[in-house]
């Protein structure tokens, strides 16, 4: 059973920056890739980010790519979420997860606010 964990949310005005973590526990951290997703109120969650168990290879949502970052410590059970050039339409709970594929594990969510 793996424990998710993230931090890092909060408000932020259009055009600047947060980094998101992900603590993990309770599993062989190096086994899983991991991924981050939102949701946004009264939509679907949606799929963001996501990085190989080695962090050799990395994948984003086209809304993602150029401005958002995805990165793991394995040595720490950490994922990380460098999120750039943020706009309000990413406003959104984000979630960790594991096996984005096919999430197994889920994170209770960190809010990010994007004020215009």
Not at 43 to 70: L, P, Q
């Amino acid at each position: 059973q793996v424990q998710l964990v993230e931090s890092g949310g909060g408000l932020v005005q259009a055009g600047g920056s947060l980094r998101l973590s992900c603590a993990a526990s309770g599993g062989t951290f190096s086994d899983y890739a991991m991924g981050w997703f939102r949701q946004a109120p009264g939509k679907e969650r949606e799929f963001v980010a996501a990085i190989s168990w080695s962090g050799g290879s990395t994948y984003y949502a086209d809304s993602a790519k150029g401005r958002f970052t995805i990165s793991r410590d394995n040595a720490k059970n950490m994922v990380y979420l460098q999120m750039n050039s943020l706009k309000p339409e990413d406003t959104a709970v984000y979630y960790c997860a594991a096996n984005p594929a096919a999430p197994d594990y889920w994170g209770q969510g960190t809010q990010v606010t994007v004020s215009s």
